[in-house]
């Protein structure tokens, strides 16, 4: 593909489905088990901390029983191959990308091996529980909280993602419902760049009719086969 320089990737929860990693809203999905408003809100951490908390240990606590799968595997290949510019930015919370060996991973909606202070405001790298309220590295007051973006909060590092889409030649959308904003808006905004669009997802999204192409499919087979068209 010589007329692709840069490229901007939005990979979501459905890229680390085959690694065992719950989705939000396929059947079965977290939200079939937890109410949004309960665990996913700055209201719901105010009204029970411990159910948070708890929440968030859980998944955490996940993390250590799963490895990446073909799908991030083949994304960390593109990023150490691909010449132009990458951005990987992913609403997952998990640490796949980079255990793939994924350099350029911007985690626009936090990350579960992170800790937020809510004394000091101190992001730090984080790996255990947080239930038995732990003291800040930073601060040393028992005011963790996970380090993720809950609904109304705003995401992280929006001004880099939108100069990335400005420079971007090609976006690609991995693995996502396009049910939540602002990243289910990212398709049109490159749209309107005149970005050239495709989605690989395992079934048509919200979303869809927006990319100039999409594929249907598991990540763990689509991507492989996507980033070996894209690297000849
Ligand atoms: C904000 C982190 C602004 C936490 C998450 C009305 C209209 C428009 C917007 C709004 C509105 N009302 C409220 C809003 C804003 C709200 C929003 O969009 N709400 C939605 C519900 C309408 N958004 C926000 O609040 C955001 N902040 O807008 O701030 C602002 C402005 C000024 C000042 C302050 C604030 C913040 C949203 C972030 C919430 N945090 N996650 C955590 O992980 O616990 S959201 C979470 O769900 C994900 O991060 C992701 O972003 C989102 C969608 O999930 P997906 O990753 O897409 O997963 P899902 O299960 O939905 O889909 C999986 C897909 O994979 C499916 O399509 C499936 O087919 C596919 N799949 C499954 N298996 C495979 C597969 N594909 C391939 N292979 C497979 N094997």
Same mark, same amino acid.
């Given at each position: /593909? $010589?007329?692709?320089?840069?490229?901007? &990737?939005? @990979?979501?929860?459905?890229?680390?489905? %085959? =690694?065992?990693?719950? @989705?939000?809203?396929?059947?079965?999905?977290?939200?079939?088990?937890?109410?949004?408003?309960?665990?996913? @809100?700055?209201?719901?951490?105010?009204?029970?901390?411990?159910?948070?908390?708890?929440?968030?240990?859980?998944?955490?606590?996940?993390?250590?029983?799963?490895? !990446?799968?073909?799908?991030?595997?083949?994304?960390?290949?593109?990023?150490? +191959?691909?010449?132009?510019?990458?951005?990987?930015?992913? +609403?997952?919370?998990?640490?796949?990308?980079?255990?793939?060996?994924?350099?350029?991973?911007?985690?626009?909606?936090?990350?579960?091996?992170?800790?937020? *202070? @809510?004394?000091?405001?101190?992001?730090?790298?984080?790996?255990? !529980?947080?239930?038995?309220?732990?003291? *800040?590295?930073? *601060?040393?007051?028992?005011?963790?909280? !996970?380090?993720?973006?809950?609904?109304? %909060?705003?995401?992280?590092? /929006?001004?880099?993602?939108?100069?990335?889409?400005? %420079? $971007?030649?090609?976006?690609?959308? &991995?693995?996502? =419902?396009?049910?939540?904003? !602002?990243?289910?808006?990212?398709?049109?905004?490159?749209?309107?760049?005149?970005?050239?669009?495709?989605?690989?997802?395992?079934?048509?999204?919200?979303?869809?009719?927006?990319?100039?192409? =999409?594929? +249907?499919?598991?990540?763990?087979?689509?991507?492989? +086969?996507?980033? %070996?068209?894209?690297?000849?």
């Amino acid at each position: /593909m $010589a007329d692709i320089r840069n490229i901007v &990737i939005l @990979t979501g929860a459905g890229i680390s489905a %085959e =690694s065992g990693i719950d @989705t939000f809203r396929d059947a079965g999905g977290l939200w079939e088990r937890h109410r949004v408003e309960d665990v996913a @809100t700055p209201e719901g951490f105010v009204r029970d901390p411990e159910l948070v908390l708890n929440f968030y240990d859980m998944r955490r606590g996940a993390l250590a029983k799963v490895e !990446p799968n073909a799908a991030h595997e083949a994304l960390a290949r593109l990023d150490r +191959q691909w010449p132009g510019e990458l951005l990987i930015v992913t +609403q997952n919370v998990d640490d796949l990308h980079e255990r793939a060996g994924a350099k350029r991973v911007l985690h626009m909606h936090g990350e579960l091996k992170s800790a937020l *202070c @809510t004394s000091c405001e101190t992001r730090s790298r984080w790996d255990g !529980p947080m239930r038995d309220r732990p003291a *800040c590295p930073a *601060c040393d007051a028992p005011s963790l909280r !996970p380090d993720v973006v809950w609904f109304g %909060e705003m995401p992280y590092e /929006m001004d880099r993602i939108y100069a990335a889409l400005r %420079e $971007a030649d090609l976006f690609v959308s &991995i693995g996502t =419902s396009g049910a939540v904003y !602002p990243a289910a808006g990212f398709v049109r905004d490159a749209r309107e760049l005149g970005v050239r669009t495709l989605e690989l997802n395992l079934e048509r999204s919200e979303g869809s009719h927006w990319f100039d192409e =999409s594929r +249907q499919g598991l990540a763990g087979e689509l991507v492989p +086969q996507w980033v %070996e068209e894209i690297l000849l």
